[in-house]
């Protein structure tokens, strides 16, 4: 009787989380990614930090080939911009206590390999499509 | 010899833009695959939630004040271990569980890399506008004659689509595995404690 009233529990509890997350994207608010008050879920901050080294990277390798800039130094100006913005923007923005998050480490390497790949390619694409 | 859109003609490096497309449609069917074989099947969608409920579970309790109480704190890392031991579990289902369409999505890939091979053999499809390191260079002008290390093979030029175009497709679609897996895998780390 017990297992099954728990098993039951559980089953609502299953379908409540499907559900958040189903609407997870559609509360998310524009206002929270600049609120310094709002509470923050590991994995929320995460995808955040992720999207904004995507949008970084993206931005950066288009205005790099077009410019056009050309050594190995523009490719550590990237990382050197990309994690300065991400930590600017959970340590000086949002003003979470990074301990609570894993450390610096795990905040700055989100999303970082899959940024730079982003970066490469537009910037290699752009390079040879424009100077050529 | 591949055929180019005649609207990218006018480049000399249109290549690239056939390379990258042909990786995004390829990346596409990946997903596609994984979402039938995989995501929609009820299973793993417990399997991950599952996941989600223990790592949250093993944060809070890790986090939590430690007592000062000697019993409690026994009891406590008891119920640590617990949650861990079935989390790793998890995970390894998990694992398993992907095992089946890993097969079928290489084997795509295999296979639109060997397409792609044999349209850009030896060609160079894009320019690099740096000087690739050693190890780099040994990808960036695979089968390419000449000695301009800006010359970018089409290997270098996949490589990147298919990290950059697969990882943030499967972000975008919450396909990306749980975090609280990460790092589990088929053949877990042994656990010094069980020693």
Redesign the interface.
Known sequence: MKEAKSAKLNHQDNNEQIHHENSHLGSFKLAKLFDSEASWDKDQLGDVLHWIRQVVGLLCGLIWGAIPLVGGIWLLLFLAISSGIVYGYYALILKVDEEDYGGHAALLQDGLFASLSVFLLAWILVYSLSSF | MATTIPLFAS????D??TV?GISFFTALVCEAISWILIYRTTSY??LK?SI??AAKKL?TMK?ENPSSKLTIKKSKTKKIDRVESSLKESSRDLSLFKFKSGAVVALVLFVVFGLLNSLFEGKVV??????PIAIVRKMSHRGLKGDDATD?SMAF?YL??S??IR??LQ?FL?FSPP?GAAGAGLFPMPDPKTN
């Open positions: 480049f000399k490096y249109a690239s833009l990258v969608k417990s939630f989600d409920k944060e986090t894009a320019k690099l506008p740096f000087h970018c030029l990147l689509c990290i950059s990882t943030n972000k919450g975090r």
